[in-house]
């Protein structure tokens, strides 16, 4: 307990810490651009709103959305009509255009707005666990923890985005946190209070659902060691009940936020595909479990249909992994991850936490269980996932790391005394932690330690949200500006869900591999000159599977003259760009070959093929174009030519496109 005297005192520290926190976040966002996937959580949250429309971007809960977007409410904005795309397509396009269809000084303002409303989210993250850490270790460990997550890079990378990573690791934790005390001391008010936090981490993000196991082992925990006292069946029984209370209470909480309405979209419009069909990629098992809570309407179909697209992104996705392509996850990639972005100083104090539990100075046991086995779990489960696309998808680890490294750091002290030396020990370790962070600032996305050679090294080793996430923009535009740039080229990341253009920066855009994916002609001629701008993340060519597939693979040789953001590098000079030149004419192939035009088909691919004979994709539009056409030596020629190709691919890669290849031969 506190002391009266002492009181203010602490109150004037944690405003303090916490205004600290809130203003590096602040001052970090107000540089960024629009990131990748906040377009699309605006654009839904504002419908959400004005329509109470759920099924806009039913990939996440409404939470985040909701709060994000209330400062839009004021404000007259032009909403796009509805063009009948794929859900996340016609989300992502239709908040691009809405933001700024005003311009990019509007655009800035009302993405600012939005960002201060969410970073309340953060505020209350931060007073949750100054407060865990205070009521389970005392109020010296309570600082430590609040200096640790205030100065976390990846937290403060993400604080303030209209995204649900932040949302998912208050809410998460503030669970735990609030079951912690109801096993403490078992009351109604204290349930309710479960409850409550349980269903605002399920309206806020899908992997809230880990809540349950880990609810569940905590209660098991709570049995077996009796640290109550309490006879164990009496203690099973009453912590049972309590949990069925509050997955009652965190289900109409839930259902709250879609308004206690089963369908997803209002009136007469469904979802497009249907739940029962974008279930169907799904392990028969999970497809089933989905069906028949819709069927019984236990969960809104939203929510239902986001856990579909959850576990069907779970299933595959392609990453990059200390420069290899992959065409899914690799189990180790989130430790090493928690490596590489984490401070030398937090990696420290953990450690310092670890061998004080082991020395038997740390013996706070049902404290140390509240604290590691939810990570613990999240972690695993991480594990197991193929979306290795960020550490911003084990957010919530970091948190309660925070706490645990804060509380076996402070249990040295206490045990060992301060004048044996160890307050210097965690000190030291302490402003390692917060220098290592203030000078990363304000490329906290980007954030890796010296090991591995700080934030401009990162995208070496890693992609997508711990490097490059899009949010460069606004730096690009001021980088062109300084430096006179009229005419550049730029192969931009989030094209074409963003634009450099709605940022008046001056390049011409390069194809990606989205803007392959939406159908998106960038038309490039096979040499261009510099300077010559490329994203990260479009460097490394994940997202095609392979860096075979990769137009701009040639430029990762090669030294950039400038890094922006620690994100966007600059080349200057004149390149050669077959592949991405190639492109444009492939994807015209492919339109008209749709259209049953053959002979205009046939003319693109040969022309994608005369400027690159080495594209993949333009052998296999080759080959499809002659098949039409029933020229089946021909397009043999060209299928054995991409088999070649093939085979100098990695070996997952291979997994995936030498099936395809042998499904046209055997059409021949």
């Not at 390069?510 to 939406?518: A, R």
Request: charged share 15%; with cysteine.
């Amino acid at each position: 307990m506190i002391s009266p005297v002492r009181r203010p005192l602490v109150i004037a520290g944690v405003c303090l810490l916490l205004l600290v926190f809130g203003l590096q976040i602040a001052f970090t966002v107000h540089q960024e651009s629009l990131t990748w996937d906040e377009g699309d959580h605006i654009f839904a949250g504002y419908m959400m709103w004005k329509t109470h429309d759920y099924g806009l971007n039913p990939e996440h809960p409404p939470l985040m959305k909701l709060l994000g977007t209330l400062p839009l409410l004021n404000q007259p904005l032009t909403i796009p009509p509805d063009q009948h795309r794929y859900f996340k397509s016609e989300a992502y396009m239709d908040g691009r255009e809405m933001l700024f269809a005003k311009g990019p000084e509007y655009a800035k303002m009302l993405t600012f707005r939005m960002r201060m409303a969410n970073l309340t989210v953060a505020i209350l993250l931060g007073l949750l666990v100054f407060l865990a850490a205070y009521e389970m270790f005392g109020i010296g460990a309570g600082f430590v923890a609040l200096i640790l997550l205030v100065f976390e890079p990846n937290v403060l990378a993400h604080g303030a985005f209209v995204t649900t990573d932040v949302g998912v690791s208050c809410f998460f934790f503030a669970s735990v946190y609030a079951f912690y005390r109801y096993c403490k001391a078992p009351s109604l008010g204290r349930l309710l209070v479960v409850g409550l936090a349980v269903g605002l981490a399920l309206a806020t993000k899908h992997s809230a659902v880990l809540l349950v196991p880990m609810l569940v082992t905590l209660v098991a925990c709570e049995v077996v060691f009796r640290f109550s006292g309490d006879d164990r069946a009496t203690r099973a029984l009453r912590l049972v009940g309590g949990l069925a209370g509050v997955a009652v209470i965190a289900v109409v909480v839930l259902w709250a936020f879609y308004g206690f309405r089963y369908n997803a979209r209002p009136g007469a419009l469904r979802l497009d595909p249907t739940l029962a069909e974008y279930v169907m990629p799904l392990k028969p098992t999970e497809a089933k479990g989905i069906l028949l809570l819709a069927k019984y309407r236990v969960l809104p179909e939203s929510y239902l249909y986001g856990l579909a697209d959850v576990r069907a992104m779970a299933n595959g996705m392609p990453s990059y992994f200390f420069g290899k392509v992959y065409t899914h996850g690799v189990w180790y990639y989130f430790p090493v991850v928690l490596l590489i972005k984490s401070t030398l100083g937090f990696l420290g104090l953990l450690l310092l936490a670890v061998a004080a539990v082991i020395a038997g100075w740390f013996r706070r046991w049902r404290e140390i269980l509240f604290l590691t086995v939810p990570p613990g779990i999240y972690l695993f489960v991480a594990m197991t996932s193929h979306l290795n696309i960020g550490a911003r998808h084990i957010l919530p680890v970091w948190v309660f790391l925070c706490a645990f490294a804060a509380g076996g750091a402070w249990a040295w002290v206490e045990s060992r005394g301060w004048n044996k030396g160890w307050a210097y020990v965690v000190g030291i370790l302490l402003v390692m932690h917060v220098s290592a962070s203030a000078l990363a600032y304000p490329n906290y996305m980007a954030y890796s330690n010296v090991l591995w050679g700080g934030p401009s090294q990162t995208h070496k080793y890693l992609t997508d949200s711990n490097t490059d996430w899009a949010q460069q923009l606004i730096a690009v535009k001021k980088y062109t500006d300084e430096h006179g740039i009229k005419d550049c080229w730029f192969a931009y990341f989030a094209d074409p869900f963003l634009r450099p253009e709605d940022y008046g920066i001056p390049c011409k855009p390069l194809p990606t591999p989205d803007s392959w994916f939406e159908g998106v002609q960038h038309p490039v001629p096979a040499v261009i000159e510099g300077p010559v701008l490329i994203s990260a993340g479009t460097l490394t060519g994940f997202e095609l599977g392979s860096n075979v597939l990769n137009p701009y693979r040639e430029f990762q040789g090669l030294k950039p003259v400038a890094e922006i953001q620690d994100g966007v590098l600059v080349f200057e000079g004149k390149f050669d760009v077959p592949e991405a030149a190639a492109l444009s004419h492939v994807q015209e192939s492919e339109a008209l070959l749709k259209k049953k035009k053959l002979d205009g088909a046939l003319a693109e691919a040969q022309q994608a093929v005369s400027i690159a004979p080495e594209s993949l994709r333009a052998q296999m539009a080759l080959g499809d174009a002659l098949m039409a056409l029933d020229k089946k030596d021909e397009a043999r020629t060209a299928f054995v030519k991409a088999a070649v190709l093939v085979k100098s691919m990695e070996p997952v890669a291979q997994e995936v496109w030498v099936p395809k290849v042998e499904k046209k031969m055997a059409e021949l």
